[in-house]
């Protein structure tokens, strides 16, 4: 299994960027497919982004399309979420997670490791 920790949330004011940062370590790093999840207060937590294992392909909700960008670096087992035209309602705690599947997929279910969460906040 892949163990995550995650980095980089913070305050930050509308209009504003962020770039969160997902330490990987384990051997199966680079055959997971990585994601990022949010849970706004009060709310579920839902999908945000999907990368592919070798980084090729990227998939995002539609409420973060145009403004976040996820990458890896296999490298350095590393996962990035840039968050840019950052909005109040971005605000929430981010996961990392790791999946298994070969196909696009924004299930919680699919996806078996997960972080501890960073908050990002995003002021109006």
């Known amino acids: 299994q892949v163990q995550l920790v995650e980095s980089g949330g913070g305050l930050v004011q509308a209009g504003g960027s962020l770039r969160l940062s997902c330490a990987a370590s384990?051997?199966?790093?680079?055959?997971?497919?990585m994601a990022w999840f949010r849970r706004a207060p009060g709310k579920e937590r839902e999908f945000v982004a999907r990368?592919?294992?070798?980084?090729?392909?990227?998939y995002y909700a539609d409420s973060v399309k145009g403004r976040f960008t996820i990458s890896r670096d296999n490298a350095k087992n590393m996962v990035y979420l840039q968050m840019n035209s950052l909005k109040p309602e971005d605000t929430a705690v981010y996961y990392c997670a790791a999946g298994v599947t070969v196909y696009r997929t924004s299930i919680e279910s699919d996806y078996v490791s997960w972080g501890q969460g960073t908050q990002v906040t995003v002021s109006s």
């Open positions: 384990g051997r199966t790093f680079s055959s997971s497919a």
């Open positions: 990368v592919s294992r070798s980084g090729g392909d990227t």
